[in-house]
């Protein structure tokens, strides 16, 4: 009796301990992924980034010009480039946000803004109503403050002048709270997916650390449910053999079976 009651309270504990565990894991998983991260996020991407004047062969008689000036005597050239602006995080950019000592914008390394930028495309009517666009003497794009809610975005047109032989380059310029850097990729980076590491283990040290809390959990639960099935097996095991031990006992006749304790 003892090792049966012994067996029980074992198996008892197992099962307590799983179900403590995965109310746990349960708590935690909910938090995890059905309560996001807050990111605060801005992306510029480049949409498009076209040449003007794409002609290969050179036609000794051709010439181009672009205000009065011979782009082949210069060895210049025109490219078109489509920049969106896009908040890709799940929180909106508010106005005091922005830092007023450091605007948002973007800048074009080797090469020259020769047009006002022009507003092509907004996700919102608010952005259409309210966003402004500056170019300033040094040719730096500047955008007034905005709120900017997620998923929302604008998009730029640029007309570029540049050498031949370079090519332009855009940056992003300006602070906003919580934001460390604002990243300028093209539409082929931004589409790519993250590669395995990075979706595992990406995240600040609080979202390690539930991770981490997250995966242990689960792996206690695998080790309880091990023990818990161990425990059920053996115990299936002696009960066919205190069956079998039963029905091979030789019972003599006329014998009165008065109690048979298990």
């Known amino acids: 009796m003892n090792k049966i009651q012994s067996k029980i309270t074992t198996k008892l504990v197992v099962q307590i301990f799983v179900g403590l565990i995965g109310l746990i894991s349960a708590l935690i998983s909910i938090y995890v992924f059905i309560i996001p991260e807050k990111v605060t996020k801005l992306d510029y991407e480049i949409l498009a980034n076209t040449n003007v004047l794409d002609i290969n062969a050179d036609v000794s008689k051709l010439d181009i010009t672009y205000d009065s000036t011979s782009l082949k005597t210069t060895n210049q050239s025109l490219r078109i480039i489509n920049i969106r602006v896009v908040n890709s995080g799940n929180e909106s950019i508010l106005k005091n946000y922005y830092d007023d000592n450091d605007p948002l914008g973007i800048i074009v390394k080797d090469g020259k803004i020769v047009e006002k930028p ?20 040094s040719g730096t794009i500047f955008f007034n403050e905005i709120i900017i809610e997620p998923g929302d975005f604008f998009n730029v047109k640029l007309l570029v ?7 332009p380059k855009i940056q992003s310029t ?18 790519e997916q993250y590669s395995f ?26 080790l309880g449910l091990a023990i818990s099935i161990t425990i059920g097996i053996t115990e299936y095991n002696e009960k066919r053999k205190r069956k079998k031990l039963f029905f091979n006992l030789r019972i003599p006749r006329n014998t009165t079976i008065i109690k048979w304790m298990m």
Request: hydrophobic share 40%.
């Open 118 to 137: 022009e507003i092509i495309l907004t996700g919102s009517d608010y952005i259409k109503k309210n966003l402004i666009v500056k170019l300033d003497s």
């Open 197 to 222: 590491w990075k979706t595992t283990f990406g995240g600040n040290i609080i979202t390690q650390i539930i991770r981490l809390l997250a995966y242990t959990l689960v792996g206690f639960i695998i």
């Open 174 to 191: 300006g602070k906003i709270a919580g934001i460390k850097e604002i990243p300028v990729t093209s539409i082929e980076e931004s589409k």
């Open 161 to 167: 002048l540049y050498n031949k032989n370079q090519t």
